[in-house]
């Protein structure tokens, strides 16, 4: 079922649209990404503690267990893997060639507390939020927090690790995704059920928050919270939240909400047209096809490569 607020949504879905559940059995999928060359999509079973493979020919693979209960993952422009680990309190890179990477885990001397998602910018600058999940039973491992705050960072391209929000700004930040032209970063507060947008200065840093939307659930995880968060090729915000996904455009005003079975977790688009989308919801991991397809992120650029 789709609900819809504006005409605006047939630009983005089909009328008929169907919502394909792809795989299912697990206990709390989260994180999926797509590789650009290779045509599959990864995606985490958080408590589960194992990383999973999806394939076009519909067969489901683990591909790591332990994964220290990882979250979010991306891939930067040489398809490096970034990962977001709630059991190591850390922002990983898995090199193509097997290395492994602490991009980040500590701030002002302190372990962060549970890096959750991630995206980056075409200067290779890496964005990612660090609410307290990961240390939470289930989705990481009981344990006190060293930090005394919830924030969002930045590393740059030579590995510095700073910062771009205030202290007291977010309970727990989480999605977090940039407009099409990178002028803007959006970052939603999942207990506040709002999203908040910024600018993007030329040296990576933010400025201008400014309220975007709001009233996305009542903040409760048993109702649905906004948690990952998508921009499509047109600057519409696809976000996961109560009963399925929440489409704003990018005026802020919503403009549908497409029912999902189970409680949403994270999405992203996929497939060899880019027109895909991958939803990790609960037990399962389910797909429909859109119209549009994503802002175009250094990494899909390597489908057109050669290999």
């Not at 960072?153 to 202290?167: C, G, N």
């Amino acid at each position: 079922m789709i609900k819809v607020y504006s005409d605006q949504i047939w630009d983005l879905i089909s009328k008929d649209v169907e919502i394909k559940n792809l795989a299912s059995g697990f206990q709390f999928t989260e994180g999926p990404i797509w590789h650009p060359r290779s045509h599959h999509l990864l995606f985490s079973d958080v408590p589960g503690n194992v990383r999973l493979q999806y394939t076009l020919d519909q067969k489901v693979k683990e591909v790591q267990r332990p994964s220290q209960k990882c979250n979010g993952m991306t891939y930067d422009a040489d398809l490096n893997l970034i990962v977001c680990e709630h059991l190591s309190s850390s922002l990983i890179l898995e090199g193509v060639g097997g290395h492994r990477e602490v991009v980040a885990s500590h701030f002002e001397e302190k372990q962060l507390n549970s890096p959750n998602d991630v995206c980056l910018r075409s200067d290779g600058s890496i964005y990612f939020s660090d609410p307290t999940y990961g240390r939470m039973p289930g989705f990481g491992e009981e344990r006190s927090q060293e930090l005394n705050f919830q924030g969002v960072y930045r590393v740059s391209p030579e590995r510095t690790l700073e910062l771009v929000v205030e202290k007291d700004c977010y309970e727990q930040p989480n999605g977090l995704c940039f407009s099409p032209d990178e002028s803007l970063l959006y970052i939603n507060d999942s207990p506040r059920a709002l999203i908040d947008v910024y600018q993007v200065a030329l040296d990576g840093s933010l400025y201008g928050r400014k309220r975007f939307a709001e009233n996305i659930g009542d903040g409760s995880i048993e109702g649905g919270i906004p948690d990952g968060m998508k921009c499509d090729e047109f600057g519409n915000i696809w976000v996961t939240g109560p009963k399925g996904l929440w489409i704003f455009n990018s005026e802020g005003k919503l403009i549908a909400v497409i029912e999902i079975p189970e409680h949403t977790a994270n999405l992203h688009w996929g497939g060899p047209d880019w027109r895909t989308l991958f939803i990790t919801a609960s037990t399962s991991v389910y797909a429909l096809y859109t119209k549009v397809g994503p802002h175009i992120e250094s990494f899909m650029r390597a489908s057109c490569d050669s290999h």
